[in-house]
T-cell receptor, first 110, second 118 residues
Framework: QSVLTQPPSLSAAPGQKVTISCSGTSSTLAGNFVSWYQHVPGTAPKLLIY???KRPSGITDRFSGSKSGTTATLVITGLQTGDEADYYC???????????FGTGTKVTVL | EVQLVQSGAEVKKPGESLRISCQAS????????ISWVRQVPGKGLEWIGRIDPEDSYTNYSPSFHGHVTLSVDKSINTAYLQWGSLQASDTALYFC???????????WGQGTLITVSS
């Protein structure tokens, strides 16, 4: 049972912007870094953002991340059909002493 | 090239035991934790636990604690996820991933599909 809450689904037309929220608690996002992953079911997840707002090499700047308090946000600009996937936030839970992923958001390109 | 290569798919019966593996290459194995993540078909990603290859210290998600065991063999740069008694609800795709100190996972294995059915 995830303690990071995301909207179940979002959709937008090609070229538009999508904003995915990740709502946590004082024991998760408030004191820990957030990361974001793109996941096509059946394949390995791909790291998009780490340490709140850093992009790994090879990740386009159409993906950006931020965090404020107990809420993190992933923004995808210039939406492309290839961006259709599930997106997850992730962090550490200081109370459970365990990692945790968000509930996941399915992004559909209209 | 930094890689995590997992063992192949398994089909087991309820009550059977199983150990799957994740072999690391291209980096110093003991420099990073190894996490395990589950994806049940149609469901989200679930963090199972992590192990420090240096000293085998572990953290488990409460949802999995007592049902699975994490271990490593440093001599062959390999991490393991083990079940003593599988249940049908363990049917899923399991990933290992390299975990950084700030808890992100940059490198992932290809996944191991476990099917538990009588």
């Amino acid at each position: 049972q995830s303690v990071l809450t995301q909207p179940p689904s979002l959709s937008a037309a090609p070229g538009q912007k999508v904003t995915i929220s990740c709502s946590g608690t004082s024991s998760t996002l408030a004191g820990n870094f957030v990361s974001w992953y793109q996941h096509v079911p059946g394949t390995a997840p791909k790291l998009l953002i780490y340490d709140n707002d850093k992009r790994p090499s090879g990740i386009t700047d159409r993906f950006s991340g931020s965090k404020s308090g107990t809420t993190a946000t992933l923004v995808i600009t210039g939406l492309q059909t290839g961006d259709e996937a599930d997106y997850y936030c992730g962090t550490w839970d200081d109370s459970l002493l365990a990692g945790t992923f968000g509930t996941g958001t399915k992004v559909t390109v209209l | 090239e930094v890689q995590l290569v997992q063992s192949g798919a398994e089909v087991k019966k309820p009550g059977e035991s199983l150990r799957i593996s994740c072999q690391a290459s291209g980096y110093t194995f003991t420099d990073y934790w190894i996490s395990w993540v589950r994806q049940v078909p149609g469901k989200g990603l679930e963090w199972i636990g992590r192990i420090d290859p240096e000293d085998s210290y572990t953290n488990y998600s409460p949802s999995f604690h007592g049902h699975v065991t994490l271990s490593v063999d440093k001599s062959i740069n390999t991490a393991y996820l083990q079940w003593g008694s599988l249940q049908a609800s363990d049917t899923a795709l399991y990933f290992c991933a390299r975990m950084a100190t700030t808890s992100y996972h940059r490198v992932w294995g290809q996944g191991t599909l476990i099917t538990v059915s009588s």
